[in-house]
C-alpha cells in the first residue's frame, strides 16, 4: 500500500509543480502587460499635452521678444518668469522627449553611459533650478510689493536680484555636475530597463549625501514656496483691513496672481513626491515606494506641460493677443467655408440681365 501510494504521488507531485510554474509564468506576464499598458497610458497623456505646451511656449516667447523694453529690460519682476520658461522648455525638448521613448518602448533611447549620466545630470538640474527660480520669486515678490521703492535702486537690484537669480541658476547644474559625473564613493552602474537609467550611484551608496540632497533641494523649496505665499496674502490682508494706501494694489495685483498660479502648480503637482520621499528618507524606506515610483514622479512632469499655460493666464495682454488671433483664424475658416445662396436664373436673366456679361446668349 505505501508503494503504490508513493507511486501514485510522483506524477500528482510533477504536475503540481508544472502548474504552480505555469501559474507563475502567468502572473509575471499579467504583471509585465499589465505594466506595458500603463506606460502606454502614460506615455499617451504625456504625448497628448507635449505639442500645445511646446505651442504656449513659442507664444510667450513671441510675446516677450515684441515687447522687450517694456516686459523685460523696464520690469526686473519678470525675469524670472523668462528664466522659468526657458528652463521649462529646454527640459521639454530633451528630459521630457527621452523620458517619453522610454515610456514608449520600455528602453533608454541611447543605451551608453555617457547618455545616461547626461540624462540624470538634466533631469536633475533643471528640476531643481525650477524649484530654485519659484522660491526665490515668492521671497523676492515680498520686495518688489511692499518696497518697490527700494528696488528701484541700482545697488539693492543687483543684491536682491541678480545676484540671488545667478545662484539659482548655476548652483544645482555645479552640484550635480559633481556628484553624477563624477561621485567620490562609488561608481554609477546603469541599467538601460529602467527609467533614468536607474539613477545615479551617490543616492543608494550615500545616504548621508542622498537625504541632504532630498531635503536642501526639494523639500526646503517646497515649505518656503507654501510659507511665503502664505506670509504674502496674510500681508496682503493685513494692510488692506489696516486701509493702507502707500501700496498700489492694482499695480501689484497681477505680480501676486501669477506668482500664486505658478506656486499653487508647483505645490499641486511636487509636493506629493516630495512629502513621500522625505517620509521614505526619515522614517519609513518602503512608505508608497510603487505609488512614489510610479505616479507620483510621473506627475512632476506636467509641471512643465501646464507651465506656460499658467504664465500666459497672467499676463491678459499676451491673452488678449491670443484670443484676437484666434478669432481672426476663426473669421478666415468660416470665410472660406461660408455656403453662397442658391441662385436661380431664367432665359431672360440670361439673355437680358446682369448674368448676360457672365454667360454666352442663348437663343433658341
Known sequence: MKSSHLLLAIPYE???????????????????TSAERIRLVKYSILQTTLAPSILCDIFVFIYFFRHWRK???NAPHY??????????????TTDIIFH???????IVILPTYSFCVTWNWLNYSLYCVNLDLVTWCCIERHLFVFHSHLMK??????????????VCLIYTPLFYLHFVFFPDQCTNSWDYSLLYCGGPCYLYSDRLLGTFDWLFHCGTPILIIFFANLLLFQRILWQKLRRQRRVRWKRHRRLILQL?????????????????????LLWLPTFLYDV???????????????????????????????????AHLRRRLCGRLRVQPLVTLTMA?????????AFPRVTR
Not at 79 to 92: D, G
Not at 100 to 106: D, M, Q, S
Not at 261 to 278: H, K, M, N, Q, T
Not at 349 to 357: K, L
Open 14 to 32: 510533477k504536475d503540481y509543480r508544472k502548474a504552480t510554474s505555469c501559474l507563475v509564468y502567468v502572473k509575471i506576464l499579467s504583471m509585465s
Open 100 to 106: 517619453l521613448y522610454y515610456l514608449r518602448w520600455g
Open 79 to 92: 525675469h524670472v518668469t523668462l528664466c522659468l520658461l526657458i528652463v521649462s522648455f529646454i527640459q521639454k
Open 153 to 166: 535702486k541700482k545697488l539693492a537690484l543687483i543684491v536682491f536680484h541678480y545676484l540671488p537669480l545667478t
Open 349 to 357: 436673366d440670361i439673355n437680358y440681365g446682369t448674368a448676360a456679361r
Open 260 to 280: 500664486a498660479f505658478i506656486s499653487i502648480l508647483f505645490l499641486i503637482f511636487a509636493s506629493p513626491a516630495v512629502i513621500v520621499g522625505c517620509i521614505q
Open 292 to 326: 512614489q515610483n510610479d505616479y507620483f514622479y510621473y506627475v512632476g512632469c506636467f509641471i512643465n506641460q501646464l507651465l506656460p499655460f499658467v504664465i500666459v493666464s497672467s499676463l491678459p495682454k499676451l491673452n488678449q493677443d491670443i484670443q484676437r488671433k484666434f
Open 71 to 73: 516686459e523685460i529690460i
